[in-house]
């Protein structure tokens, strides 16, 4: 089962722009590039449900619990956000109930449904990264974000190493860590196995990228299944 917690950059219309330029709401602060796509074409290749956030996580970070820090971000990655600077706790509230939780809710009630009918599941978030970030490189082109308790990560990781060596980032550019949401909101109340992976923008940037991509991390992850 496929998720993208980060998949869109909608903003609901009573927020406007949050008081940003087009720019920025074209970069990575704004959503994960290219998951979308991502998503869409190896939900296809799979045969594989993909549930996407479509709004933007300046709106609300649906991979942080809400109210902690970076659930709704001030500053990111350099960028003010003057819509997200002084709001109140109802203004709060609102993006919990209208954008976060409906989100949450969806990907709780299609994993009850599969463990109803006794479907295994392996809960997969896809996620992408930027190629440097405050002007360091990022030599990684894929990321295996884990806690060391998931064996289809191990198994994916092992792949991903096989063909790209150094390339596959094992908690790399990221570690998963307390401040995640989703992937241990839902798989661990579930005693679900999980990949939480990380794609670099510029090779998904595209469609004929997210084609190809898709088509790498889908013989990846089927390869994964059988060792």
């Known amino acids: 089962m496929l998720i993208g917690d980060h998949a869109g950059r909608a903003i609901p219309a009573r927020l406007g722009d949050l008081g940003l330029c087009a720019a920025d709401l074209d970069r990575h602060i704004a959503w994960d590039i290219g998951v979308a796509g991502l998503g869409a074409a190896l939900s296809r290749k799979l045969d594989a449900v993909f549930i996407q956030q479509r709004f933007s996580r300046l709106v609300i970070d649906c991979n942080r619990a809400p109210g902690v820090g970076g659930s709704i971000a001030a ?8 819509g997200n600077q002084t709001l109140g706790p109802q203004d709060r509230r609102a993006r919990v109930e209208e954008v976060f939780q409906p989100y949450q809710d ?8 599969r463990q109803a009918r006794r479907q295994p599941t392996i809960l997969v978030s896809l996620h992408s990264f930027t190629p440097s970030l405050g002007g360091a490189p990022r030599p990684w082109r894929f990321g295996v974000l884990h806690r060391g308790d998931s064996a289809f990560s191990r198994a994916v990781l092992a792949v991903l190493r096989a063909d790209w060596a150094e390339e596959a980032g094992d908690n790399q ?12 909101f839902h798989a661990d109340a579930r005693g679900l196995d999980y990949l939480e992976l990380e794609v670099r923008q510029d090779l998904i940037a595209t469609a004929e990228g997210q084609a190809e991509m898709a088509g790498v991390v889908a013989s990846v992850l089927s390869r994964a299944l059988a060792l």
Request: charged share 20%; net charge negative.
């Open 106 to 113: 969806r990907i709780a009630q299609v994993l009850d449904d």
């Open 75 to 82: 500053v990111s990655d350099g960028s003010v956000v003057p």
């Open 173 to 184: 550019p990221y570690a998963m860590d307390g401040i995640d949401y989703t992937i241990p």
